[in-house]
C-alpha cells in the first residue's frame, strides 16, 4: 500500500525566505510523485511532477522538487517566498504516471508568507 | 483549455435531503473521481470510474453513491444528507493527468 505523509500542517516563512514543505511517501513499487496547489476557493494546480529520469524536478512558480529514494523524500522548495504563494500545498503519490493508478494524497501543507 | 466544471460552488441542505453533485468534463477522459476534502485530513477518494457506466468504491464510500451515464458527467449523490457530510467535494477527470474542479462546498443542517 501507498502512503504520503506531510511534515507540519502549517509552515509559515517571511517574503523573500526559502520555503520548505517536506514530504515522505511508503510505496512497494516505484513512485510516480506530485505536488498540487490550492489557493483559497478553488481547485488543486499541478505544480510539477516525478516519474522517471532526473530526480530535480522543475515546476510552476520557481518550485522544485528531488526525489530521493534512499530517504522516500520528495520535499517541495522555492529559494525566495512570494505573497502570493501562500496557499495550501498537497503531495500525492500514484503507482502510474497518469494512465493508471490513483493519486494517494498527504494531509496538506498551509503555507503562509509574512510581509 | 480543459475543463472540469462543478455545477454548484456552495450548496446548502437539510438533513436527511437526498444530495446530487453534478461535474462534467470537456476532455473526453474516460475516468472520473470525487474526492472529500476536510481540514487536517486532505483528499480522500470517495468513488472513481474508468467508463461509462462503470464505477468503483474508493476508500470512504458509504453514505454515497455514483452515477456515471453519459461518459462527460459524473454525479456524486449523497441519498440521505447527514451533518458528518458537510465538507468540500472535488472532482477530477484525468487521461494523462488529473484535471480538478473548483470543488463544491457543501453544509447539511
Known amino acids: 500500500a501507498q502512503s504520503v505523509t506531510q511534515l507540519g500542517s502549517h509552515v509559515s516563512v517571511s517574503e523573500g525566505a526559502l520555503v520548505l514543505l517536506r514530504c515522505n511517501y511508503s510505496s512497494s513499487v516505484p513512485p510516480y510523485l506530485f505536488w498540487y496547489v490550492q489557493y483559497p476557493n478553488q481547485g488543486l494546480q499541478l505544480l510539477l511532477k516525478y516519474t522517471t529520469g532526473a530526480t530535480l524536478v522543475k515546476g510552476i512558480n520557481g518550485f522544485e522538487a528531488e526525489f530521493k529514494k534512499s530517504e522516500t523524500s520528495f520535499h517541495l522548495t522555492k529559494p525566495s517566498a512570494h505573497m502570493s504563494d501562500a496557499a495550501e500545498y498537497f503531495c500525492?503519490?500514484?503507482?502510474?504516471?497518469?494512465?493508471?493508478?490513483?493519486?494517494?494524497f498527504g494531509k496538506g501543507t498551509k503555507l503562509s508568507v509574512k510581509p | 483549455d480543459v475543463k472540469v466544471t462543478q455545477s454548484s460552488r456552495y450548496l446548502v441542505k437539510r438533513t436527511g435531503e437526498k444530495v446530487f453533485l453534478e461535474c462534467v468534463q470537456d476532455?473526453?477522459?474516460?475516468?472520473m473521481f470525487w474526492y472529500r476534502q476536510d481540514p487536517g485530513l486532505g483528499l480522500r477518494l470517495i468513488y472513481f470510474?474508468?467508463?461509462?457506466?462503470?464505477?468503483e468504491k474508493g476508500d470512504i464510500p458509504e453514505g454515497y453513491s455514483v452515477s456515471r451515464e453519459k461518459k462527460e458527467r459524473f454525479s456524486l449523490i449523497l441519498e440521505s444528507a447527514s451533518t458528518n457530510q458537510t465538507s468540500m467535494y472535488l472532482c477530477?477527470?484525468?487521461?494523462?493527468?488529473?484535471?480538478f474542479g473548483s470543488g463544491t462546498r457543501l453544509t447539511v443542517v
Open positions: 500525492a503519490v500514484s503507482t502510474y504516471g497518469g494512465s493508471q493508478g490513483n493519486l494517494i
Open positions: 476532455m473526453d477522459h474516460e475516468n
Open positions: 470510474s474508468y467508463d461509462v457506466k462503470m464505477k
Open positions: 477530477a477527470s484525468r487521461q494523462y493527468g488529473y484535471t
